[in-house]
């Protein structure tokens, strides 16, 4: 029997790579979009799936986060989620756009971006990020299977991502998500 995790990871997957096979929606061009077949992802693994304590930042003040084209990009800190993974605890920050907040769609979005020690071997070297919803209370899960690479890592021409953090640096590997092969940069 598969695990409602795993069908979620592979909901997950097979919406990424439906995103990049779609000519309007991709981040890819010419060859590399004719060529593309799939993300090479990671196997699930649970160990990956961790419950934060989330505590909310009060009085955040917007701040521009620098992006990948050297502009900027308004965001405001929503609160900081700790986790433990193999024993010892981390502390990531997570993020609101403050351009996104304006739209329904977007208004209970966080943004996570981190880099962990796979980087620049396993996974891109500007570092990952995660899609979260804001939650009820004060725990959130932290699904890093369910992490991907910013539009950059496949065309810096035509995308402006936002660069990690220093404090959203981990020096643990996280082997979930999507992985990376350096074929879009030549």
Known sequence: MVSKEVMEIKKFQKNLDAEYLDPKQTPLRGDNFKNFKGHPFFPFDIKYRVNAKLVKTEDAQPFELPTSSGKTKSYKEYGKATF???????????????????????????????????NEKETYGGGKYMDLKIPKGNT?????????????????????????????????????????EDIYHH
Do not use: W
């Open 84 to 118: 433990e993974l193999d024993g010892k605890p981390y502390t990531l920050t997570l993020y609101q756009s403050l351009d996104l907040i304006k739209q329904d769609k977007y208004k209970d979005y966080l943004f996570l971006p981190f880099r962990d020690a796979t």
């Open 140 to 180: 959130i899960i932290l699904d890093f299977n369910q992490s991907y690479h910013p539009f950059c890592a496949y065309n810096a021409y035509d995308y402006n991502c936002p660069i990690v953090p220093e404090e959203n640096k981990l020096p643990v590997e996280i082997r979930a998500g999507v992985m990376y």
